[in-house]
């Protein structure tokens, strides 16, 4: 952070790398897939464009852009991959929190906190000071796994090579480039 802030460079570009095998400590680029809209409800949509997110995140991480609220700006972080079938299990885990993205058997989903329905496989979804969702038959559910701010946008791969082949600079958010 320090040779950033002398460099003018956000540090988030240094050892920045779309490689498997980047440095471990480094940025590590998530996709992001989407955005909470809403009444927390996630819509999905190709971006191309990637955040920086921590060194701790495990692979296969993307993100969500929070649009509306008071975490509006945050990005939420989960595994793509790591869906998980509703279970007591997932119910005990939440607690009181919005643990989980919820996806709905009728292609929605939610960030919203879980609640059993006295029927059997229904369940309610509610957030505070939203409308509550009640009777919903769930698909899958993912664990949220943090909350990134993003400093400043990565570099696409494009962006990383000119027409030549050869890296680019990435874009620094000062004119002209770093400065001595």
Known sequence: MDIGRILRVPYELFCFSYASDAHAWAAKAVPVVGEITTNDEVKFAETGCCVA???????????????IGKMRGLYLIYQEAAQLAMS??????????????????NGTT??????????TDLYHLHSQYLDMINDVRIAWVSEILGFELARCPLPTPAQLKDENGFPSKPPTGIEGGARQ
């Open 53 to 67: 997110g921590g060194a701790h995140l495990p692979q296969g991480c993307v993100a969500l852009h929070i649009k």
């Open 88 to 105: 007591g299990e997932i119910l005990a885990r939440q607690g009181n929190r919005e643990l989980f993205l919820v996806h709905l058997v």
């Open 110 to 119: 939610w960030w919203k906190h879980i609640a059993p329905s006295p029927a």
